[in-house]
């Protein structure tokens, strides 16, 4: 599986963006598909988490109710509505695929996108 994060930019606060995080292969409905961020100077962490069928989602404390994960597996495509946005959301966003369920840990994804940087000024 290949992923390709994009929709990151510059957006003042309260503003919203859509992140998309394409893929390429097969059984992309098969894998649980993560989003993380990283700011600068930090270690990535994880933001929220969409289950292969679509049915169960999970997010950190810090986005919940601001930010909506879904995925289109027709288009093998999942996508991170951010709304509210934050200065403390600035980071780049990293889209990451596992087997394992809808979980939190890094360590667990196997496949991962390349980055889209989120900026959000006040």
């Known amino acids: 599986v290949q992923l390709q994060a994009s929709g990151g930019g510059l957006v003042q606060t309260g503003g919203s963006l859509r992140l998309s995080c394409a893929a390429s292969g097969r059984a992309f409905s098969r894998y649980s598909l993560g989003w993380f961020r990283q700011a600068p100077g930090k270690e990535r962490e994880f933001v929220a988490v969409?289950?292969?069928?679509?049915?169960?989602?999970s997010y950190a404390d810090s986005v919940e109710a601001r930010f909506t994960i879904s995925r289109d597996n027709a288009k093998n495509t999942a996508y991170l509505q951010m709304n509210s946005l934050k200065p403390e959301d600035t980071a780049v966003y990293y889209c990451g695929a596992t087997p394992h369920r809808t979980p939190t840990e890094e360590s667990l994804y196997i496949y991962w996108g390349q980055g889209t940087q989120v900026t959000v000024s006040s």
């Open positions: 969409i289950s292969g069928p679509g049915g169960t989602t």
